[in-house]
């Protein structure tokens, strides 16, 4: 059963790097058929799109995040990862994993993890 | 980048009622287009994925259409459990895009 764990420091600080990991099981990070993302969501408000990437490490950014956000994966331990530097408050959100099939969208969600920035 | 206009924003419905979402694309994304539902709390659950596919476990009642602009999702007579946000999604180019959301609220 697919499992996606999103762990990291639940407070960062104004101008620090957020760093988050999502650890995979249940699926091989490296399978062909799916590349692997982060979406978050502001407290109250929609979704948003920040970066996907696949296995080889073809990374996609949202343009409006791209200067801060590096996303790699470490198939040795089949885990993703997300760094967001520069951080303001306007960044406090839940962070998701997720799963994408190639053709096919999101197709699965981590439980997601609070971020705030505060001092 | 694709703009997703999602309507209404929110939805008042009883038990039972037959609801619409629509979502409009700001130009064409073929069926790349997938649908979830949101509960307090939790994350995001696809419900339909390619426009009108039912995702596997997912209730008979909720069903999806549409291809190039115009995407609807139907959910056919609402039961207590669907009461949620619902979220429109697409993933034909980058940066991939969210609706803005409809909240669904028990009448």
């Known amino acids: 059963q697919l499992q996606l764990q999103e762990s990291g420091p639940g407070l960062v600080k104004p101008s620090e790097t957020l760093s988050l990991t999502c650890i995979v099981s249940?699926?091989?990070?490296?399978?062909?058929?799916?590349?692997w993302g982060w979406i978050r969501q502001s407290p109250g408000k929609g979704l948003e799109w920040i970066g996907s990437?696949?296995?080889?490490?073809?990374?996609y950014y949202n343009p409006s995040l791209k200067s801060r956000v590096t996303i790699s994966v470490e198939t040795s331990k089949n885990q993703c990862s997300l760094r967001l530097s520069s951080v303001t408050a306007a960044d406090t959100a839940v962070y998701y994993c997720?799963?994408?099939?190639?053709?096919?969208?999101?197709?699965?969600w981590g439980q997601g993890t609070l971020v705030t920035v505060s001092s | 980048d694709i703009q997703m206009t999602q309507s209404p924003s929110s939805l008042s419905a009883s038990v039972g009622d037959r609801v619409t979402i629509t979502c409009r694309a700001s130009?064409?994304?073929?069926?790349?287009l997938g649908w979830y539902q949101q509960k307090p709390g939790k994350a995001p659950k696809r419900l339909i994925y390619?426009?009108?596919s039912l995702q596997s476990g997912v209730p008979s009642r909720f069903s999806g259409s549409g291809s190039g602009t115009e995407f609807t999702l139907t959910i056919s007579s609402l039961q207590p459990e669907d009461f949620a946000t619902y979220y429109c999604?697409?993933?034909?180019?980058?940066?991939?895009?969210f609706g803005q959301g409809t909240k669904l609220e028990i009448k």
């Open positions: 997720t799963r994408l099939g190639i053709l096919t969208g999101i197709d699965f």
């Open positions: 249940g699926d091989p990070i490296s399978r062909s058929s799916h590349y």
């Open positions: 990437i696949y296995y080889s490490g073809n990374t």
């Open positions: 130009q064409g994304i073929r069926n790349d």
């Open positions: 390619a426009a009108s």
């Open positions: 999604l697409q993933h034909n180019t980058y940066p991939y895009t």
